[in-house]
């Protein structure tokens, strides 16, 4: 039974498209997180929810947008795609925003062409 | 300089090794400290995680904290094929709900 599951596991699309990445999670957990990382590892935070409410949203572009329906799932939407957003996209969990132990998911590979 | 730095290898052991995995970090105000192992084309898993300086065990790993010297250390004892895949390190203060983490070492174990 996956604790943190994400589709599509991979994504090519052409510049310019829309395109969407869910995430659901079983744990019951409050707190849900998207992550970029890039060719050369580095997991970068984008957005923090809890309880369905933005607690975080860094530097990202405002093509991304992230939209949680329930505190269960947290889906990420990209606009206008280009080719620098090629990387996987990486849902998490954590129990609350105090806690620090997080789970993630399987990660989605986008590619850009 | 990168708040948390991590050799990014890849550390190449033989099987039955013991394998020390490091982490470097300059803020100060990091009291807590996880390790994660992600194997290829996988999502990051918790391994470790610890509180301030001392150590922590759990089987065949050992997470060390030296808060003095802002050094913390992933032990590996008789290591395994399995065992290859890449570690994080990651920090957080008591202040954030984000932690920051390291770009990873990749270790590799052959037979």
């Known amino acids: 039974d996956t604790a943190v599951s994400q589709t599509p596991k991979y994504l090519v699309t052409q510049m310019g498209n829309d395109k969407s990445i869910k995430c659901e999670q079983n744990?019951?957990?409050?707190?849900m997180y998207w992550y970029k990382q890039d060719s050369k590892k580095f997991l970068k935070i984008m957005f923090s929810y809890n309880n369905k409410e933005l607690i975080i949203n860094e530097t990202v572009p405002n093509r991304f947008s992230p939209k949680s329906p329930d505190k269960a799932h947290l889906n990420l939407h990209i606009n206008s795609l280009e080719l620098g957003d090629s990387a996987v996209y990486f849902c998490a969990s954590s129990q609350d925003l105090v806690n620090y132990e997080q789970y993630f998911g399987p990660g989605t590979r986008l590619t850009v062409t | 300089q990168k708040e948390v730095e991590q050799d990014p290898g890849p550390l190449s052991v033989p099987e039955g090794a013991i394998v020390s995995l490091n982490c470097t970090y300059s803020?100060?105000?990091?009291?807590?400290f996880m390790w994660y192992r992600q194997y290829s084309r996988k999502g990051p898993e918790l391994l470790m995680y610890t509180y301030s300086s001392g150590n922590k065990e759990d089987g065949r790993f050992t997470a060390q904290v030296d808060k003095s010297s802002k050094y913390i250390s992933l032990f590996i004892r008789d290591s395994q094929p399995s065992d290859s895949a890449t570690y994080l390190c990651a920090c957080n203060s008591g202040g954030s709900y984000i932690p920051t983490f390291g770009r990873g070492t990749s270790l590799i174990v052959h037979p």
């Open positions: 744990l019951g957990h409050d707190t």
């Open positions: 803020n100060s105000a990091f009291q807590y």
